[in-house]
Structures are given as C-alpha cells and as structure tokens.
C-alpha cells in the first residue's frame, strides 16, 4: 500500500495561540485533581458523551460515546467503532490528573510567633523552594452535612489567603555557601492570620466543641458536626473553615471532612518576547491531559468519524502518578483493566477469548510531560538527545524499563507523525545519571498490551509554575488526533508474532567445535 507523507506541519501563530490559550482555560480551572475531572466531565458531556458509573450495569453500542469517574479524581472516556468486533483493540491514550503540591494535614490547626499557621503535608517530588513567597488559595473536596445526609462538594478559594514566607537574607547568611535546605516539616507552614486578627469560632461552635458529647437523638435528626470529638472545628483554625464555608455557603460547623490544596492563585499566561511560551502551574500532567482529550473529542465529532473504525478509542486520565500510582483509582490499580474488561465482554457476548484478544490487539500511549533542553544546564542532557521547545512530542526511551517505548511502538508513533506530517523528537537520559518514569510501564505489565512513552517538551518540572511551548500544545494535540484517526489502518499492516521466524542475514554459521571446554 503506498502511503502519502503530509508536508511538515503548518499553522498559523494564531491557530498555535488559540490552542494553548484554550489549555489554558482548562488548567487555570483545575486546581486539583478533583477540579480537573470535573472540567474534563464538562467538556465531554458538551461533546455527546454520555456519563456512566461504574456501579450500573452498562449498556454500550457501536457508536457510542461514554465516560466514567473514580473517586472524582480519575476519568476514563472511550468511543467504540462501528466496526467493532469480539476482541477488537483499544487505542488509548493514558495521563495523569495530579501535579505535586502542599495538602492540608488532618489536624492543621498549628500557631507560633503570634501567627496562626497551617500544618501541611508534602505531595509528591516538588521543588519546594519555589513555594516560598508565593499568594496561595485553596482548593479541594468537602464533605458537607445537610440535615441527614452528607454531600460531596468541590471548593476552590480563589485569593490569597496564606503565604510561605522566606527568611530575609541577613538571617541566614550563610545561605549561598550551604544552600537554601529548609526543614519540611518546621519551614513550610503557610501563614494564614496573625493570633489578634484571626476570626474567632462562633460562640455557639466553641461551646458546642468544648462541652461533653450530646447523646444521640432518637428523633432522627443529626447533631452538630462541632459536637463530636475530633471535629473538622477542633482541628483546623477558624479562619481557615470560614473561608471554605463562604465559598460553599454553608456553617462551618456543618463541614465534616475535607481534602484541600495549597494552589498558586496566579492563572497561567501566555509569555516570552514573541508569547512562544506557556507559564503555568500543574502542566505536568494537565497539558496531556488537555490535548488527549480534546483529540478524542475531536476524532468523532460527527457519526461519520466512528463508520469505519474496528477499535475503541480512550483516554484515561488517572490519579496518584506523583506518588506511585498504587491506589484504587491509580494507573497501577483496575481502572484501566475493569474498563477494557466490562467493554470487551459485554461487546463479544460472551465469546471465547475477547478479553484476552482485546488486551493482545490494544496500543497505548502514556502521554507525561517530558525534559527540554535547559539552557543554563545543558550537561544534564545526552548531546543526542536534547529535545527542543516548539520541536514536537518527544518518544523517551530506557533500556531498563523506566520507559515502556520499544522499536515497535516508537515505529508505529513515528509513522503516525509522519503520515501526519508531524514531528517528532527523541529523549535517552545520560548514563550518569537516573532516569524517572511513568504510567506507561506500570500499565504495559498490567495489560500486556504495546505501548510507547511520549511528552510534550517543558521547563521546570515540578516547580510551583512550569513552562512549556505554545507549538508543543498544538502539535501534540495533531499527533494524538491523528493516532485516534489513522491508527487502526497502519496497525493492521504489522503483525511481528504472527509471522514464521526471521530469516536472520549476516549470521555465520559454524560447525560445532570438536575442542572439549
């Protein structure tokens, strides 16, 4: 079959623009996790996606286009091709919906130096210096009680409310000598209030903490939250609680629980003398979140786009990747297995085998931000392996499994790229020093399915704000779009396990040495 190649990709500055200012919007409006699926749902539910839980039976046809959520801070979304048949592949996209911040601790209610402070817990590998002297807002998930029952809220306090304050220089002059080594626990408490100006607990709230637990009623209705012992009240700063319940327009006697981020209220912005570059927290991981889907949104904007195809197309965006991803709702839990699996059976009714064809058949991308050149330290890369701002996704690669990419399925993205006419760049670490990882190895040994590790080039990874290409975005977003469209032609024309043995050229074969050894 011959194959024509697109000319190198083409756009307009405006078109690069329109996309990155778009991704914007999505990261600006996710704080958390929780706040990112929820956008995501959003987008996707506009687009004709129908959602589902997974605790209802499911009813899927060709066609069709669905999406679930875990634990609100994981998300899956996947069409399924008209041409669908038992067994048939999954083209996936994966990507995580967590950055490294700073999480309020259960008990947070901590004061020193006349200040009422906030007791926090460190998220994943951040570069915590870049948190001092930042304006921090909140944002997260709360729990609220409303008569007898308990709703599940999502809170983003949009101003500055608390602050990492640096110690001046004439405290520590040391500092350029030994270098700034803050003690995580004792020098990352942000400040929220000072002791005299701090709101105080409603007088009927301190009562109610202080006095004796109330017997329970046997009316059925609900005592106060602030009644019980070990309350949210007796244990976060009323200050704090005030600004959560304002934003929920409830009592803050009546939160129960809450999980909460320290977030930079400072949105992303377009910058760089030519506003060639992105400068925004949470890109790692939010920009492959962002292009993934709106690539799989855009593959089947019409009925006419799923009429042809023999696979399902997905994307799942998981939670926990900064820390391991062993969780429910982790890439290395049953997310991505559970869903293949309900898909695959249902579809084959039953048939001998579909799951275990459909996992053998399926190709995934793991879509996670990759290392760009730095230009004050570029010894930290290998010389031949040094992608570059506005270059294109880059295929990363290790020997030792820190990276799922082989010949094949680096093969098989490239040419996507190239049928596309879409770049593509390569990263290798340098022998001297370690290599991170991702979701891609994780789930290539849960599912034993082909898969190839990929990211858009960035600056200041795990910084409170990163920085990445206007280009990338968009380039990223054509390749992903072009591996949904065309990925199903160019799979079906390799099939390296089916094939008789290779016939092995350039190999001397020598009759067995009669020497004893």
């Known amino acids: 079959m011959e194959v024509t190649t697109a000319a190198p990709a083409a756009f307009s500055k405006d078109e690069a623009k329109a996309k990155a200012v778009d991704m914007l919007d999505f990261i600006n409006a996710s704080w958390t996790p929780y706040h990112a699926v929820a956008e995501a749902s959003t987008r996707l539910m506009k687009a004709g996606f129908q959602h589902i839980a997974e605790k209802d039976a499911w009813k899927l046809n060709p066609g069709g286009k669905y999406f679930f959520t875990r634990n609100m801070s994981t998300i899956v979304a996947f069409t399924i091709g008209q041409q669908y048949q038992p067994g048939g592949p999954f083209y996936m996209i994966g990507a995580h919906t967590d950055s490294p911040c700073l999480k309020v ?78 003690n995580l626990q004792d020098h990352l408490k942000p400040v929220l209030a000072t002791i005299p100006k701090a709101p105080k607990p409603a007088a009927a709230a301190a009562a109610a903490s202080s006095a004796a637990p109330a017997a329970a009623p046997t009316n059925g209705s609900s005592t106060s939250a602030a009644a019980a012992p070990g309350n949210v009240v007796d244990n976060h700063h009323a200050a704090l609680l005030a600004l959560v319940a304002e934003q929920l327009g409830c009592a803050a006697e009546d939160i129960v629980d809450f999980e909460l981020n320290l977030c930079d209220v400072q949105p992303g912005v377009l910058g760089g003398a030519a506003e060639e570059f992105v400068f925004v927290g949470r890109l790692d991981n939010l920009a492959s979140c962002y292009t993934a889907m709106e690539a799989l949104i855009d593959s089947c904007k019409s009925p006419d786009d799923l009429a042809n195809e023999p696979a399902v197309r997905a994307v799942a965006m998981f939670d926990h990747e900064e820390v391991g991803s062993d969780s429910a709702q982790g890439a290395g839990g049953p997310v991505m297995r559970d869903t293949i699996t309900r898909v695959a059976r249902l579809l084959a009714q039953g048939e001998e085998g579909s799951i275990e064809r459909t996992l053998r058949q399926s190709f995934l991308i793991s879509a996670d931000m990759a290392h760009a050149l730095h230009p004050n330290y570029t010894d930290k890369h290998d010389a031949l392996h040094a992608p570059a701002f506005q270059g294109g996704l880059v295929l990363k690669h290790n020997s030792n499994q820190r990276y799922a990419t082989n010949a094949i399925s680096a093969a098989l993205f490239r040419e996507v790229g190239r049928r596309a006419g879409v770049p593509v760049q390569e990263f290798c670490v340098r022998n001297d020093m370690p290599c991170g990882s991702t979701i891609g190895p994780i789930l290539a040994h849960n599912l034993g399915c082909r898969t190839v590790d990929v990211g858009m080039p960035q600056l200041s990874m795990h910084s409170i704000r990163e920085m990445a290409g206007v280009d990338d975005v968009l380039l990223a977003y054509r390749h992903f779009l072009a591996f949904f469209r065309t990925f199903s032609e160019l799979d079906a024309s390799l099939d390296i396990d089916s094939l008789p043995p290779p016939d092995i050229k350039g190999t001397i074969r020598e009759p067995a040495c009669s020497h004893v050894h």
């Open 105 to 182: 601790k259960p008990v947070s209610k901590t004061s020193s130096g006349g200040c009422q402070t906030v007791n926090v817990e460190t998220y994943g590998g951040g570069l915590w210096y870049t948190w001092f002297d930042r304006d921090l807002g909140l944002a997260g998930r709360v729990l609220v009680r409303e008569g007898s029952k308990l709703q599940h809220k999502l809170v983003k306090v949009d101003k500055p409310v608390l602050r990492i304050p640096m110690l001046a220089i004439h405290l520590q002059r040391n500092l350029y000598q030994e270098g700034f080594k803050p």
